[in-house]
């Protein structure tokens, strides 16, 4: 799809991030609904790549893109929009996710990374912020945020979100994998099925010696099943080549439970939306 600005009518804000805004908008010519993200032209490099990952991308389980173009020194990709937005905003404004529910995400989460992993891409910024649902029940990860040519730069270490960055990619800038996405799901799972962040008022230094000298972080004893807090501890094994793949996770009994069952989110979507 050709998209450019004038085609495009602001409806409102989205959010906000480190690399820009977001904001809902209506493509003129089709009536499409969008999520228009603004990206400032210094982020151009890693965007390049970024776009290159989208346009090979086709997932029930990634947020799609409908093309790019650049205005007025930034550059704006056009997402498919997610009308229940994401699930940090999700569980701000509702509360903790119910464990059943978190499982079920961190089934199409892992479909998702399976999917990139099949294609030798990874994610390297798995973040409540970046998983987003829609009306239909749809659960899609978005933001292939970090390429591995900004990996090259000074800011390697610092690249993900920090509070979500595995202990491997704190020591050696290199080894990061699809494990390393699997750490950044399993305390995204603690988060929002508890409604708090799992490193919250620690600066970038206490994290990163906290993350490599501390126990791994866990689900508070006593509120959720057995095999939830099995699940949680799969993913965020401190040596990486231990930890569960996406592949293990989804072979894991409390995923194969709720496969088995059914892993629609249609119910809880209905209930987000009043
Ligand atoms: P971050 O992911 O760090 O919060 P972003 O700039 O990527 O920053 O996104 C800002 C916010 O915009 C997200 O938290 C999310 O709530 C919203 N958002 C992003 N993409 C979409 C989309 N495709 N549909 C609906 N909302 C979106
Ligand atoms: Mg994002």
């Not at 390049?48 to 346009?55: F, G, M, P, T």
């Not at 973040?127 to 987003?132: D, E, G």
């Not at 809880?268 to 939306?273: D, I, N, Q, T």
Request: glycine residues 6%; aromatic residues 8%.
């Amino acid at each position: 799809m050709k998209l450019k600005d004038k085609d495009l009518e602001f409806l409102g804000e989205l959010g906000a991030g480190n690399g820009g805004t977001v904001s809902k908008v209506r493509h003129i010519p089709t009536g499409i609904i969008m999520a228009r993200k603004n990206i400032m032209v210094s982020a151009e490099r890693q965007l390049k790549s970024e776009l290159k990952i989208l346009h090979i991308v086709r997932s029930d389980y990634i947020v799609s893109s409908y093309g790019a173009f650049s205005h007025e020194g930034a550059i704006s990709v056009c997402l498919e929009y997610m009308d229940l937005g994401s699930l940090d905003n999700i569980y701000h404004k509702k509360g903790p996710i119910p464990e059943v529910t978190t499982v079920k995400i961190a089934v199409h989460v892992l479909r998702g990374l399976l999917y990139l992993s099949e294609k030798s891409i990874l994610h390297r910024d798995i973040k409540p912020s970046n998983i987003l649902v829609n009306s239909k029940g749809q659960v899609k990860i978005t933001d292939f945020g970090v390429s591995k040519q900004v990996l090259d730069t000074i800011a390697r270490t610092f690249t993900g979100t920090q509070g979500y960055l595995a202990p491997e990619r704190i020591t050696s800038e290199n080894s990061y994998s699809v494990t390393s996405d699997v750490w950044a799901l399993g305390l995204s799972l603690i988060e929002i099925s508890t409604g708090k962040n799992v490193y919250p008022l620690l600066s970038l230094f206490e994290m990163m010696t906290y993350v490599q000298e501390s126990e791994p972080p866990s689900l508070p004893p006593g509120k959720f099943t057995p095999m939830f807090e099995d699940l949680v501890s799969k993913c965020v094994i401190k040596d990486p080549t231990k930890r569960f793949s996406p592949e293990d996770l989804l072979r894991h009994p409390y995923c194969m439970d709720v496969i088995a069952d059914g892993i629609s989110l249609i119910e809880w979507a209905e209930s987000l939306k009043d």
